[in-house]
């Protein structure tokens, strides 16, 4: 059956229903269940318009959401979820599943402080099984659950995992495939194919432009060769899933079924009922083959592999390269993204533009990100040396060891993977890295805080797990000159692994570089310095004269917020006297200048945009074997990110919750100096 789609202008406006009929009336899933076919073709076009309408005022993750309008009605109309599991891998697909499980109302406050996740989350529905952010886990977690239904005797209950093309280039996946089938278990993979590995795909790079990795060409042959299945084609070779009599009696017509595509499929392979390739937006067909694949008999595990469009149903998302994958707030009649141009470049375009100065005079220098070439500035890279740079699919445990293996053989690899991804590889930076002091560059853009996308994906914990490996070089510039300075560092470090840390967002400018830390620049220089390792300096000296002395050591871009508190504390007590200092590097630590600001200070601060037992630990554990606590004379506090997971919400609030801004930071001054608080 041909898609039911309300043809929208190419070129706008762009305006979807007046009204939302059907949709009022679903308050759950449940609501859903008598509705025909057609009825929920026509509930699927007011979702996407909703979906979109929602995030043009939030802004947030489009694309991936518009392309499972379909999926999701229809898995929520056949299946029973919360008893039957939906696991949504990643989940930044879930806008359309949040809204027809009882969230349609606060959709406004999407990805906001207060408001609802822009990922599954456990603890905001029960409809959400399985929370997420990260990917490739939603194969093991549904198995997981799935094995829990059947020692627990609760056969009648499906568990769905819905994997992008994207995810599945995970190892976990395969790991978990692998294991579904040697379990024997009753799980069932939707395979969501809409040619969207990477972010955005088609960065130039040593693969060429297409989606990274084997597997999604594998696919696309695999769809070439295979005409989209319809209900009557399934239903002939879904027999193989009953019971052995009745598939002797329909062995003919399944032979005949499956002869379409020469042996077995990779999925067929690893041990699943593979079905499909099905169209993901055709609900004429997607409804009743799900129907099937949840009353099967047996306990073989399905793939059912369905093609999708990324954006599908909106014009300007279709039309983009990225597919709307992550959008600003915009203007639904025309699609333009508003978005407010930043006066100063942002940390990620400083590194980028850095990284290809260096590589235009270095040819063995090389580029690896897994799958985030744009949140990376990889792209950049990719389109001035394409031959050079290496998308390796969302693996990042074989991005880390590949960077190995090329440093191994002389080349000087850049490794740039979000902090929090990092932990997903922990063991190579270890095993394959450190150990064997290879000099692989580890660049970890949203270091700290991250703003709306919430505590899956802050980099909290990198100076706290990065800290604890020996031979490990790790730095985190206060600045976009520091961040030069220091990739040249690492750049002409070849002896061990170094780590080089930096947070979403803009960097400070000109005029605030001077103003703060006495640069004197009028423009940024266009390469950098190479830093003496493990030394720190000294940005601000206290006052002279001053009969209370107070030391700020920071690490990273909380220097600008401890210079704007020691200004603050100085002004308004002429006793007191503020020395702040930029430690540049928690490995080596600079013990010289912790040695300095301890013997000349009654109160030593130290602030970090990093968790506990991070850079304030390391001091604190130095100073502690030194002798400097011993006689009691040095208070010595660490400002680090509280104990806790700090939702979604802007950056600037996100901070204020940590305590970690200047008032704070001038706060804790205040109150080791025996004065009255100046927060509310």
Not at 146 to 162: D, H, I, P, Y
Not at 411 to 427: E, G, K
């Amino acid at each position: 059956a041909a898609r039911v789609q309300m043809q929208q202008p190419a070129t706008g406006p762009y305006a979807g229903p007046r009204t939302t009929p059907l949709l009022d009336t679903v308050e759950s899933p449940k609501d859903m269940k008598a509705f025909t076919i057609k009825e929920l073709k026509q509930l699927a076009y007011e979702l996407r318009w909703e979906t979109i309408n929602a995030v043009s005022k939030t802004g947030g993750h489009l694309g991936s959401s518009l392309g499972v309008v379909e999926l999701t009605v229809a898995l929520h109309a056949v299946f029973n979820a919360p008893e039957d599991p939906i696991i949504w891998d990643v989940s930044h697909q879930v806008y359309p599943h949040k809204i027809l499980t009882g969230r349609r109302h606060r959709m406004g406050t999407l990805r906001q402080a207060g408001g609802i996740s822009g990922f599954a989350k456990r603890s905001e529905s029960e409809y959400d099984a399985f929370g997420a952010g990260h990917s490739t886990t939603s194969i093991s977690a549904a198995l997981g659950m799935a094995t829990a239904f059947e020692l627990q005797g609760k056969t009648s209950r499906n568990s769905v995992a819905v994997i992008g093309d994207g995810a599945i280039t995970g190892g976990m996946a395969y790991e978990a495939m692998n294991n579904a089938a040697y379990l024997n278990s009753r799980v069932i993979v939707v395979y969501n194919d809409n040619g969207q590995v990477s972010l955005p795909t088609g960065t130039p790079s040593a693969g060429g432009t297409g989606p990274a990795g084997s597997l999604s060409a594998y696919t696309t042959r695999l769809i070439a060769s295979k005409p989209f299945q319809n209900f009557r084609d399934i239903a002939k070779s879904i027999n193989k899933l009953f019971p052995t009599e009745i598939q002797q009696a329909n062995a003919k017509l399944d032979e005949y079924a499956r002869g379409m595509v020469t042996g077995g499929t990779l999925f067929e392979e690893l041990g699943f009922y593979y079905i499909g390739p099905v169209d993901g937006h055709d609900l004429d067909n997607l409804i009743p083959i799900l129907e099937s694949v949840r009353d099967r008999g047996g306990n073989q595990p399905v793939l059912l592999h369905v093609k999708t469009e990324k954006g599908y149903g909106y014009p300007p998302a279709e039309a983009a390269s990225d597919k709307y994958h992550g959008v600003p707030k915009f203007d639904v009649a025309t699609g333009k993204k508003m978005t407010t141009p930043s006066r100063t470049p942002s940390y990620t375009a400083v590194f980028a533009d850095t990284l290809i100065d260096i590589a235009a005079a270095d040819r063995s220098v090389v580029a690896i990100t897994a799958a985030m070439p744009g949140g990376t500035g990889i792209d950049k890279f990719g389109k001035r040396f394409p031959k050079r740079t290496y998308d390796v699919g969302i693996a990042e445990q074989h991005a880390v060891t590949f960077a190995a293996g090329q440093a191994a053989e002389g080349l000087v690899p850049f490794c740039a993977i979000y902090s929090t991804f990092l932990q997903r590889a922990y063991d190579q930076v270890i095993h394959d890295c450190a150990i064997q002091k290879l000099p692989v560059r580890f660049i970890l853009d949203r270091a700290g805080l991250v703003g709306n996308d919430g505590p899956t994906h802050h980099g909290s914990f990198d100076l706290a797990y990065l800290g604890c490996i020996p031979s490990i070089a790790i730095c985190a510039p206060s600045d976009e000159l520091e961040l030069r300075h220091m990739m040249q560092t690492i750049y002409e470090l070849d002896s061990i692994p170094s780590a080089l840390r930096f947070p979403r967002g803009s960097a400070l400018g000109i005029e605030k570089l001077n103003d703060l830390f006495g640069y004197g620049l009028e423009e940024l220089p266009s390469k950098g310095t190479a830093l003496p390792l493990g030394k720190g300096r000294v940005v601000r000296e206290a006052r002279e004269g001053a009969t209370s002395r107070v030391a700020i050591l920071s690490i990273g871009t909380r220097l600008a917020a401890a210079v704007t508190a020691a200004r603050a504390l100085e002004a308004e007590d002429p006793s007191v006297g503020v020395t702040v200092a930029d430690a540049r590097w928690m490995k080596p630590l600079d013990t010289d200048l912790v040695d300095q600001l301890a013997a000349d200070n009654e109160i030593l601060i130290t602030c970090e945009e990093g968790s506990i037992g991070g850079f304030g630990d390391h001091v604190l554990h130095y100073l502690a074997l030194s002798g400097a606590l011993d006689k009691g004379g040095l208070k010595v506090r660490p400002m680090v990110l509280p104990d806790k997971y700090i939702e979604a919400a802007g950056q600037g609030e996100q901070y204020d919750e940590a305590g970690l801004t200047a008032p704070f930071i001038e706060n804790t001054a205040r109150k080791l100096l025996g004065k009255q608080s100046v927060l509310a």
